[in-house]
């Protein structure tokens, strides 16, 4: 399976965006992009996915670079809700969905 | 809509016992999966089961562990036995069929092995 890599944590102020980058510089041309969070003491939960294009729901946004070997999860607002691992995963088909390790994201008040 | 659930939320046991998770997944949800998740890592899918048929069980210690979802519904997963590596939270997430890409996840049981 096509790696992911992204930053171990980051901060963000309430109320503000937060960007959320993943790198993918192996990605095949079937593999989709997944976004899972996890909150503490809970199971995962998706957020979002994509294959080419930018894609937004009512949880978060996805920027796709052009060469697909990058992607951005954007939350418009942070709230204090919002800390948690976040999941950047590849995903081809029928292939599983593969975690790794995530980004701690801290919601400082 | 009722979530995932997951019993026992918690379980302490001793090496080389056993133990034994039950999910129920949500109403209509035909895909079934079990995982594993280590303090600092991430989830590892240990099987799927498309409805009561196993789909991938790649990754399950055959050795020690096993799962079962006989009427297509509710799965049990079992330990036996156990060992001190597998202290983990075990997760089970359900989704419908041909949809993997949004799985729902039940809160987990978290083992303790001593």
Redesign the interface.
Known sequence: DAKTTQPNSMESNEEEPVHLPCNHSTISGTDYIHWYRQLPSQGPEYVIHGLTSNVNNRMASLAIAEDRKSSTLILHRATLRDAAVYYCILRGVPRQLTFGSGTQLTVLP | EAG?AQSPRYKIIEKRQSVAFWCNPISGHATL?WYQQIL??????LI?FQNNGVV?DSQLPKDRFSAERLKGVDSTLKIQPAKLEDSAVY?C?SSYFGK?????????TRLTVT
């Open positions: 995932v999966y600092g890592q991430g989830p590892k899918l799927q991938d997760l997430a993997a890409y949004e799985q729902y996840f039940g809160p987990g």
